[in-house]
Each structure stands twice: as C-alpha cells, then as structure tokens.
C-alpha cells in the first residue's frame, strides 16, 4: 500500500475510532464532523476527504468488521451448523466486543444484525424469494445475534467454545 492510501487507512480508522467512542454518550446521528474532528485529532480536510457524512465512517466501520471475519472464517466449511465455524464466530466477536456493543449502545444494532445475516447469506449464498428454507438462514442470523449480544452484554461469561456448544445445541433442537 502506497503512503498516501496508508496515510487515508488512518485516518479513517482515527475518524471511526472517535465515532465508537460516542456510543452511550451521543446518538450517532446527532455526532457533528467538528466533534469528530477535534476528538481524532484530524483535519477537517481529511475528514471530507475521506467521508461524505458520519454514515459513511458507519459504513467504513461495517465494511471493516466484514473483511476481518471473512478473513477469519475463510477455510472452516460451509455448513452455518458446523461447530467449528460457530466456535470461530463467538470468538470473532469476543474480539470485537466494544464495537459490537458501541452499535448496540448508539442504537444501530439492525445494522450489526444485517451484518450477520449479510456475512451469513455471503457464506451460504441466498436463495431464491420463492424458496421456503431461505428463512433457514434468517433465524439463524437473528438467533446468533440475540445469543451473542446478550452474552457480551453480560460480560462474557461463558467462553466462545461452551457459547458456540450451546447456540449449536439450541439450534439443533438438543434438550
């Protein structure tokens, strides 16, 4: 990567790293480019440089969490019930819970939801508006992302292997 595009790849990051540190603090929505400006310490320039509005550095934040558990989860099967891939996922967000929290607390969690159903329906590919098993996969998404969000909400108790276990035990319909 060229300095130019690296020195854009940080500011950027500075810019979505203040964002994330409004949540609970300031509806996103209400987040000024001055307040993000002074609170990354970047240009103002750089800022539209980079980004047209505060959904934008949303977005970026999205599309970044996407390569990083595509990246992650590439070579673990394609069976959305596989114990391995379910186990790297509860893992993936551990990793990343104070960002999936910050989307909680700012109130953006259909877009976290969408994101998993999104990485799901990327993994497994969609099917078509006719087919019935397509809701297959929407539950799946949706009942991931209640477990996994209650579960980084309570502190993370529990490790990603016995989270994954019992996601995989619920979903398969074990007692």
Request: charged share 25%; glycine share 6%; net charge negative.
């Amino acid at each position: 990567m060229d300095k130019r595009k690296l020195a854009n790849q940080r500011v950027k990051d500075r810019l979505f790293t203040a964002l994330i540190e409004f949540a609970g603090q300031k509806d996103w929505s209400k987040v000024t480019v001055t307040e993000l400006v002074n609170a990354s310490g970047v240009a103002r320039a750089s800022f539209y440089r980079n980004f047209h509005s505060v959904e934008d550095i949303i977005a970026y934040g999205i599309e970044q969490m996407t390569l990083r558990y595509h990246e992650g989860a590439a070579g673990l099967g394609e069976n959305f019930r596989s114990r391995e891939l379910t186990r790297y996922k509860f893992r993936f967000y551990e990793e990343h819970a104070a960002l999936v929290l910050a989307f909680h607390r700012a109130k953006i969690t259909t877009t976290l939801l969408d994101l998993i159903t999104d990485c799901e329906i990327e993994a497994y590919g969609d099917m078509p508006r006719s087919s019935i098993a397509k809701y297959q996969l929407y539950y799946y998404a949706g009942a991931f992302y209640n477990m996994m969000l209650h579960w980084l909400e309570s502190g993370a108790q529990q490790s990603p292997d016995d989270m994954a276990d019992e996601f995989l035990r619920l979903v398969n319909g074990a007692p």
